[in-house]
Nanobody
């Protein structure tokens, strides 16, 4: 089992930026695929972006060109840089990691984009 702790959420105006961080309880090197998901009330959790241990990334179409995901192996963190935020990006953002073939989730961090 691995615990994941997200941080970095908050309130930002449209067009602003936030950086989310995900801190695993184990060395990030032992966690294979990692990613960010988000969820709003009444809707299913949706995939935002993912990064594998080798560094290759994938993004949902609605964040391409605005969000960047990466792994910092030296500091054992995963990040999501979010630029040009829109009100539609308002959601709870969750970190997910695959450890020993099991998906583990963080508790989430709230991102609110509003003027």
């Amino acid at each position: 089992q691995v615990q994941l702790v997200e941080s970095g959420g908050g309130l930002v105006q449209p067009g602003g930026s936030l950086r989310l961080s995900c801190a695993p309880s184990r060395d990030i090197a032992v966690i294979r695929g990692m990613g960010w998901y988000r969820q709003t009330p009444g809707r299913q959790r949706e995939w935002v972006a993912s990064v594998v241990s080798g560094g290759a990334t994938n993004y949902a179409d609605f964040v391409k060109g605005r969000f960047t995901i990466w792994r910092d192996n030296a500091n054992s963190r995963m990040y999501l840089q979010m630029n040009n935020l829109e009100p539609e990006d308002t959601a709870v953002y969750y970190c997910k990691g695959n450890y020993r073939s099991r998906d583990c989730w963080g508790q989430g961090t709230q991102v609110t984009v509003s003027s």
